[in-house]
């Protein structure tokens, strides 16, 4: 066997393999394009077969088997042609050349005899390369305007294609330099060889070369990840991936979000408008896979959904693939892929969406969680503004309120002994009243910005728990007789006195606020295990149970206090709690709404708790 024999061998071994592969395809996918590639394999296997086969069988060559050849070889351009249409635009004018120059060469090789004379054999050899090189330049375009694998496999089919045509032209020169025979024949098998390469690694790429070619953008998309998350917008950070997925394929690439307002799939990330590359129906195949969690492949989304197979047409949609994004239990959405045309991608293609969609679903945690922490210290820095002014406004206020409240107080006294007076003492009295108020609630803004700080100040002494918790029951004020105190022994430990009065002072007149008018409050003072324990208890609203966690909390105020009918701002628990700790003890609080609520305070006994 010469070298010759051998490259046409193979050379026919090849279109063999790619008819069978993609015939194997077709009766898989049963799309235009993939019929049109068979077709024009089937007919080139024809070709390549006829010769063997007859042989094998023992029959003679007749003049009309070998004119069979000639005309399906004579065909192939026109079937090149309309596997061209299916990918971009061929002019009218074009295919009706062809098929006019398919119709000459038919009739061209049934008239004449063989060997055919050199003019018929210029103008069929003509024609098969003319035609050979538009499909091979059709497709040159086609891959300029493509990405990826698609632009790899493009290439290739071009090569493919103008390497024939290549062929063909050598032939036509062989009858103008009729010595070069053996040149031309054995350039013309080498030719054909490549073109059979060719062919095979656009229309049938093995696996391992779809990835070696999805490699770059991948590689790209991945190095482009990492910074991803640090995108202006989780906006310009879903285009990104739209972009990077996308190229990677070759294919256009849409991500929906689960909008968990709606219960629906997103695609315009609240921007109202979907973006034209995405087509409205695909939701349905998207929101499937959104509720399967498993990757799918549609190779024709027409078929998947014939509802809209005509929308799926207009929009250019053929396969389909489709990725759930999922951070661990988190559903964020889905990655769907989309070509206009097979053979774009395969169902191998899905471990890669996967991967890619699982990459997105990395990147946009790191966005919600950036957003998460940026959110929290922009909340913590507007509650130290909040902070700092509440602060400064109630030290401001402090000087001239306690003026105010020393003049007011003189004042009262004077028009109590000035009978001549006696007529305004109310509105003096009011006057103290309300600037006594004031002063206190100064001094309790003071006091919440000093616990907050840890300042606040406790200068703790040998002192008679006991003693305080009747001074506070015994002070002058409205609904005093609905105090009952059970304080029998003495209690001495180390505390602050002033800071200990003004913790059981807020219980107590808390107790009297929410409760009834002539309900009691009861205040418990004894030691137990070598603490200190103070209980008021009241048989007023009560807090509800979702309230009770916080009522410890600033600002916080129960859902069941109406603020027109109690007085407060939710300050005092809290300063009630920074004292407590302070003291290293505690407190805490049961309660039922309508029933009432009983605060503990636990303080270590004489000798323990923080050392001052
Ligand atoms: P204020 O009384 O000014 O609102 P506090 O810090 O003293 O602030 O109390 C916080 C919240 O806890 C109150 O608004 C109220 O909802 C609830 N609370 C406190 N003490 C009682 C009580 N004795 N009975 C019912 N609710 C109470």
């Given at each position: 066997m010469t070298a010759l024999q051998l490259i046409q061998d193979l050379t026919n071994v090849l279109f063999v393999s790619i008819f069978v592969l993609t015939a194997v395809a077709a009766y898989r996918r049963r799309t235009r394009i993939a019929l049109d590639t068979a077709v024009l394999f089937g007919a080139l296997a024809v070709v390549v077969l006829e010769g063997p086969a007859l042989q094998l069988l023992g029959i003679q060559t007749s003049a009309a088997s070998s004119a069979t050849a000639s005309i399906l070889v004579m065909a192939l351009p026109c079937l090149m042609l309309s596997l061209l249409a299916d990918f971009t635009n061929v002019p009218l004018l074009?295919?009706?050349?062809?098929?006019?120059?398919?119709?000459?060469?038919?009739?061209?090789?049934?008239?004449?005899?063989?060997?055919?004379?050199?003019?018929a054999a210029l103008f069929l050899v003509a024609y098969f390369g003319i035609a050979a090189l538009y499909v091979a330049f059709g497709f040159v375009r086609l891959a300029r305007r493509s990405s990826g694998v698609t632009k790899r496999r493009t290439q290739a089919v071009a090569a493919g294609t103008g390497l024939l045509g290549l062929a063909i032209l050598v032939v036509a020169a062989s009858t103008v330099a009729p010595g070069a025979a053996a040149f031309v024949s054995g350039a013309t098998q080498l030719l054909a060889l490549l073109a059979a390469v060719s062919w095979l690694l656009g229309f049938a790429p093995p696996a391992r070369l779809r990835r070696y070619w999805q490699e770059p953008e991948l590689r790209a998309f991945l190095e482009r990840a990492s910074t991803l998350p640090r995108l202006p917008s989780t906006d310009a950070i879903l285009r990104e991936l739209e972009r990077g997925a996308g190229d990677s394929f070759g294919a256009r690439a849409a991500i929906g979000l689960y909008d968990a307002n709606t219960g629906s799939l997103c695609f315009d990330n609240g921007h109202g408008a979907l973006p034209p590359e995405v087509p409205e129906h695909s939701r349905f195949l998207a929101s499937r896979v959104f509720a399967s969690q498993h990757a799918e492949f549609f190779p024709d989304a027409a078929l998947a959904h014939p509802e809209h197979a005509t929308a799926y047409r207009a929009a250019q949609v053929g396969p389909v693939l489709v990725a759930p994004?999922?951070?661990?239990?988190?559903?964020?959405?889905?990655?769907?892929?989309?070509?206009?045309?097979?053979?774009?991608?395969?169902?191998?293609?899905?471990?890669?969406?996967?991967?890619?969609?699982?990459?997105?679903?990395?990147?946009?945690?790191?966005?919600?969680?950036?957003?998460?922490?940026?959110?929290?210290?922009?909340?913590?820095?507007?509650?130290?503004?909040?902070?700092?002014?509440?602060?400064?406004?109630?030290?401001?206020?402090?000087?001239?309120?306690?003026?105010?409240?020393?003049?007011a107080q003189i004042l009262e006294l004077r028009f109590a002994r000035d009978p001549a007076l006696a007529q305004h003492q109310p509105a003096i009295g009011r006057i103290a009243r309300e600037a006594r108020r004031l002063s206190a609630l100064v001094e309790d803004l003071l006091d919440a910005s000093r616990v907050e700080e840890g300042k606040l100040e406790v200068r703790r002494e040998p002192a008679d728990v006991a003693a305080v918790v009747k001074l506070v029951a015994e002070r002058n004020r409205p609904g005093k007789e609905r105090i009952v105190v059970d304080a029998r022994e003495r209690l001495t430990g180390s505390v602050d006195r002033r800071r200990i009065e003004q913790l059981v002072d807020n219980l107590v007149e808390n107790g009297l606020k929410y409760s009834g008018e002539d309900s009691a409050v009861e205040v418990r003072a004894w030691r137990d295990d070598g603490e200190i324990h103070v209980t008021v208890r009241d048989h007023g609203i009560g807090i509800p149970a979702t309230d009770l966690p916080h009522v410890f909390e600033r600002f916080h105020r129960a859902a069941n206090v109406d603020a027109r009918r109690y007085a407060g701002i939710g300050l005092g628990l809290y300063i009630c709690l920074g004292i407590a700790q302070e003291h290293g003890g505690r407190i805490w609080v049961e309660s039922t709404v309508g029933q009432g609520s009983t605060f503990h305070v636990a303080l270590p006994g004489a000798g323990e708790g923080k050392p001052n």
């Open positions: 074009v295919r009706a050349i062809a098929l006019g120059g398919l119709i000459a060469a038919a009739i061209v090789i049934i008239t004449s005899g063989t060997p055919l004379d050199p003019i994004i999922t951070a661990g239990q988190r559903r964020i959405g889905v990655l769907e892929l989309f070509a206009a045309h097979q053979p774009v991608f395969s169902g191998d293609d899905l471990a890669l969406a996967q991967l890619l969609a699982d990459q997105a679903a990395v990147i946009l945690e790191s966005r919600a969680l950036i957003d998460e922490a940026a959110r929290v210290q922009a909340l913590e820095e507007a509650a130290k503004l909040k902070e700092d002014f509440v602060s400064a406004a109630a030290h401001d206020l402090k000087t001239p309120l306690t003026t105010l409240l020393g003049q």
